[in-house]
């Protein structure tokens, strides 16, 4: 998906202390995903030789989970920061920046307002 960039408050200042204080960001355009890699994805990567396996390959409710065709379409998980930026390089990408993740994830672009959650203001 296509970004447009712009201005944007990013933080807040009611937040932990890590997310203060809010403060106006410029961004240039930028693509991001709409959806998370998923293992069948990230499995071929690793069938590439580029990216290494997850660190564990279960997950809580599913002792076969990475490597499991039937979990082809679920999200990637215990991949480190390292490993999810060797994927998007392999695959021609990066990694969002903090500030672009943050706009993707909870600015309303059409409105120009920050939202909470990614779906609005209300959990």
């Known amino acids: 998906m296509r970004w447009p960039g712009g201005l944007f408050r990013m933080g807040t200042d009611e937040g932990k202390p890590d997310e203060r204080p809010s403060h106006l960001v410029r961004l240039d355009p930028f693509f991001i995903d709409e959806t998370e890699v998923t293992n069948g994805q990230y499995a071929q990567c690793v069938a590439a030789g580029v990216c290494a396996p997850p660190v564990r390959s279960s997950a809580t409710y599913h002792p076969a989970y990475f490597g499991d065709p039937a979990y082809d379409d679920y999200p990637v998980i215990f991949v480190t920061w390292y490993d999810a ?9 990066r990694l969002p920046s903090e500030a672009e993740w943050e706009m993707a994830a909870g600015f309303d672009a059409v409105q120009s307002i920050v939202l909470r959650y990614p779906w609005g203001d209300a959990f």
């Not at 930026?85 to 990408?93: E, L, Y």
């Open 85 to 93: 930026d060797a994927f998007c390089t392999w695959r021609g990408g």
